[in-house]
């Protein structure tokens, strides 16, 4: 008998973020699991990473970057 999704949203909703981005992580890889652009977003996220922690970016925080597209959009 399956669990309805209502039941496994409310569930899902329930547990830590950690836990919540695993699963997340999980779900897409089951669509696609050796997609290029898969390959192509994790690699780009690493370079980004590796930029943040050499000190050769800086971090903006979510509404100030919001903020800055915005003003470049209008």
Known sequence: MSI????LEAEILGLPPEE?????????ESFE???????AWVALALRREAEVKSGKVDLVAGPEAVGRVRARIA
Do not use: G, K, M, T
Request: glycine letters at 0%.
């Open 4 to 7: 309805p999704v209502y039941e």
């Open 20 to 28: 919540r981005a695993q699963l997340l992580e999980r779900l897409i």
């Open 33 to 39: 699991p050796e997609s290029r652009v898969r390959d």
